[in-house]
């Protein structure tokens, strides 16, 4: 049975209702850890865990998010409100429909492999998410023990991304390379690993959480992608205040691209030089005495990142 709409008025109360819950005393503030079924499992005040019910109407919950409890006649926990965000990091399925992914997340760590090679234009894809989210981007290279050779900057990622103010890390969680600059990546943020299928993303979460039993799909060698590993996100505390919330492999996540902002202010590099555009309103396709695309003949924008803004503009 397809959901109720609700009306402007509908949602308006709600907002309210949820607002005046959330200043009262009488209820208790939690941190939403994992969701299953229809029920959250939340951290409470004194390091309580609840498995709670929630109330109908509050939308999608997702973990990272703050929400108001109370405890029910029968000792029983159901989730009231869920207070303001900071942003929410959302991807479109198979489907086309819009899923919440987390919320209140300060980076999103973008997880790629030198096995399935890494796929630039969801990066972007990615990455465009996170600067209209107002969330940091680090970028991590999996599995470098399967490089051929020494190569030092392996697919550009640094001469492109790293230039542009992203960090790049080059781990491989068999060998444990580069974990100490991995782990120190974690420390006082809550962070959200992302990336398709096969790259590793449980194995960085069993090698950070070793007392934790990820189960790690075998790689399929027909395509290298890894079969579905983490059926529910779950959020889970690290040392030095780190918090990190591990999504569900999905081949193609796409990520929520807000057409309503403009699609060349997540691009950092195209956003320096539109300043200067004679337009305004300059799209940076074949404007006259457009400075971004004499940037891209001079080679100060990245051809390939730029033919990634097109393909987004165009969607």
């Known amino acids: 049975m397809a959901k109720r709409r609700l009306s402007h008025h509908q949602k308006k109360r709600i907002d309210n209702a949820q607002q005046a819950l959330t200043e009262s005393s009488d209820h208790l503030q939690g941190l939403v850890i994992s969701h299953h079924g229809g029920k959250v499992v939340v951290e409470l005040p004194n390091h309580i865990i609840a498995e709670c019910s929630v109330k109908s109407n509050l939308g999608a919950i997702v973990c990272g998010d703050q929400v108001v409890c109370e405890k029910t006649a029968n000792d029983e926990?159901?989730?009231?409100?869920i207070k303001p965000r900071q942003n929410l990091l959302q991807r479109v399925d198979g489907f086309g429909q819009i899923k919440a992914v987390a919320?209140?997340?300060?980076?999103?760590?973008?997880?790629l492999a030198v096995k399935p090679e890494p796929n630039l234009f969801l990066l972007d894809q990615y990455l465009l998410a996170a600067e209209q989210q107002n969330i940091d981007s680090v970028i991590i290279l999996n599995k470098i023990d399967?490089?051929?050779?020494?190569v030092d900057d392996p697919f550009e990622l640094e001469s492109i991304y790293a230039a542009l103010g992203y960090q790049?890390?080059?781990?491989?969680?068999k060998q444990k390379n580069g974990f100490e600059v991995l782990r120190s990546i974690f420390d006082h943020n809550t962070s959200v690993l992302s990336g398709v299928s096969g790259v590793g993303k449980s194995s960085i979460t069993g090698a950070l959480l070793p007392e934790i039993s990820i189960k790690v799909a075998e790689i399929s060698e027909a395509n290298e992608e890894g079969r579905h590993t983490?059926?529910?996100?779950?959020l889970y505390h690290l040392p030095n205040e780190g918090q990190l919330i591990d999504t569900p492999g999905v081949r193609g996540f796409n990520p929520v691209i807000d057409t309503t902002r403009p699609i060349s202010a997540g691009?950092?590099?195209?956003a320096e030089h539109a300043d200067h555009c004679r337009f305004a309103n300059c799209k940076h396709i074949n404007e006259p005495k457009c400075t971004v695309l004499e940037a891209v003949k001079k080679g100060l924008i990245n051809e390939g990142r730029y033919q990634h803004y097109l393909r987004i503009l165009q969607t």
């Open 267 to 270: 691009f950092r590099e195209i």
């Open 230 to 234: 983490t059926r529910t996100s779950r």
């Open 77 to 81: 926990f159901r989730v009231l409100a």
């Open 146 to 150: 399967l490089l051929e050779e020494q």
């Open 103 to 111: 919320a209140n997340i300060t980076q999103l760590l973008i997880c």
């Open 168 to 173: 790049v890390a080059k781990i491989s969680t």
